[in-house]
């Protein structure tokens, strides 16, 4: 199963693809979990990527494009993939067809999330991270025991620059302006299904599955 999950940031599109690795053992593949770890190494991607990240800016896609289709070419998404967060652009779309071609590979379904504009942005706010194992919070949807510090191993969490309202703002502008159309782009193609993102995540996963056909 081969599946692109389209939404704006903060949707969800991380915690599903969570799920459908639960059940599908399909991996998620998150160019922005990518693009952070490699800010956080210090590499020679993650130097180009931090300063645009911070500023709620996109890595070019030159940049982007290659690492997905290194990551394709892993073992481990023989039996498929779940990309989040690529492609952006139908430039990206249409780089992601032709790469999709010469791996032999072929899109099921393409599943967009919709949510409204001010749920976006409280999600995406209320986040905090904790910098020493990863884990994440949110200050009202999912507390830690102690406020502002980690369950697992008591450290301090953090909000990302990415995360503040007025960069998820300009994220969302963004997004509107660039990443829209390709609703359009996969709707010509027959692979567009909509799903409400306003739910329960249990919820939501089951409709994500009815939309790739893979309901229980």
Do not use: W
Not at 137 to 147: D, I, L, M, S
Not at 178 to 187: I, V, W
Request: proline fraction near 7%.
């Amino acid at each position: 199963m081969n599946l692109i999950l389209l939404g704006p940031p903060n949707a969800g599109k991380g915690t599903q693809a969570k799920k459908l690795y639960a059940d599908f053992q399909i991996p998620q593949i998150s160019t922005g979990d990518i693009l952070r770890k490699a800010v956080k190494d210090g590499t020679a991607l993650g130097k180009v990527a931090g300063p645009l990240m911070a500023a709620g800016q996109y890595v070019p896609d030159d940049v982007v494009i290659g690492i997905v289709e290194e990551r394709l070419k892993e073992p481990d998404v023989a039996q498929g993939f779940v990309l989040d967060g690529f492609p952006r652009t139908p430039g990206q779309a249409d780089a992601l067809d032709q790469m999709l071609i010469r791996l032999g590979r072929q899109l099921d379904a393409v599943v967009s999330l919709e949510v409204p504009h001010s749920t976006l942005v409280e999600r995406g706010s209320g986040r905090r991270v904790c910098p020493n194992d990863g884990s994440v919070y949110h200050v009202t949807q999912n507390p830690p025991k102690r406020a502002g510090m980690c369950d697992k191993c008591s450290s301090e969490l953090v909000q990302r620059e990415d995360d503040t309202p007025e960069v998820i703002e300009r994220r969302l502008r963004k997004y509107d302006a660039e990443t829209s159309p390709l609703k359009d782009f996969y709707a010509k193609k027959g692979l567009l299904k909509s799903v409400d993102g306003v739910g329960t995540p249990e919820g939501i996963y089951e409709e994500i599955k009815k939309a790739a056909g893979r309901s229980s």
